[in-house]
T-cell receptor, first 111, second 114 residues
Framework: GESVGLHLPTLSVQEGDNSIINCAYS??????FIWYKQESGKGPQFIID?????DKRQGQRVTVLLNKTVKHLSLQIAATQPGDSAVYFC??????????FGKGTRLSVIA | EAQVTQNPRYLITVTGKKLTVTCSQN?????MSWYRQDPGLGLRQIYY???????DKGDVPEGYKVSRKEKRNFPLILESPSPNQTSLYFC?????????????FGEGSRLTVL
């Protein structure tokens, strides 16, 4: 696969456990946030997004939490599965500015 | 099937030999963008286009050119590639103005410049 994940923070989780991936952002004006998943050899895929007027949003097995006070975003994956192994990126923007991506976190699921 | 298609997926070239990486989307998106992805640096934007004939520099435009003559195509041009342009390149498109919201990514183009 593609070696895009060198030098990344890594989170190892037992299959079936919940995963929490964190992201800190610096721009207090950011009002839109997205999580992407990138599997080996593929392009990033949209998982879930949240606007700054919310602090929580749930999808299928995933939840995004936004804490604007400390500029922190997290992605929670329930009942983590081997197929969840990937690199996860947060991204943010404000107004019409292009998305700014974080450097990513590698999630490894231990069967 | 809605998709963003990049070609070539893999390319090895030599310094100074002009090359073009093509990108095409079939979703009628106005916004398109090119990123490069390097270990430890994440995704960095090279150029983006809000619409036909409208292009703007991203964070790392040096050494690259783009054009947007049609809505569906957004080629990335390396006029004189150098080894520091060895990277994994992604094209993306978005249905929303300014690229706000979900970006749809291609599968990536791995470029090696010797």
């Amino acid at each position: 696969g593609e070696s895009v994940g060198l030098h990344l923070p890594t989170l190892s989780v037992q299959e079936g456990d919940n995963s929490i991936i964190n992201c800190a952002y610096s721009n207090s004006a950011s009002d839109y946030f997205i999580w992407y998943k990138q599997e080996s050899g593929k392009g990033p895929q949209f998982i879930i997004d949240i606007r700054s007027n919310m602090d929580k949003r749930q999808g299928q097995r995933v939840t995004v939490l936004l804490n604007k006070t400390v500029k922190h975003l997290s992605l929670q994956i329930a009942a983590t599965q081997p197929g969840d192994s990937a690199v996860y990126f947060c991204a943010e923007n404000s107004g019409n500015t292009p998305l700014v991506f974080g450097k990513g976190t590698r999630l490894s699921v231990i069967a | 099937e809605a998709q963003v298609t990049q070609n070539p997926r893999y390319l090895i070239t030599v310094t100074g030999k002009k090359l073009t990486v093509t990108c095409s989307q079939n979703m009628n998106h106005e916004y398109m963008s090119w990123y490069r992805q390097d270990p430890g640096l994440g995704l960095r934007q090279i150029y983006y286009s809000m619409n036909v004939e409208v292009t703007d520099k991203g964070d790392v435009p040096e050494g690259y050119k783009v054009s947007r003559k049609e809505k569906r195509n957004f080629p990335l041009i390396l006029e004189s590639p150098s080894p520091n342009q060895t990277s994994l390149y992604f094209c993306a498109s978005s249905p929303l103005p300014g690229g706000i919201g979900e970006l749809f990514f291609g599968e990536g183009s791995r470029l090696t410049v010797l």
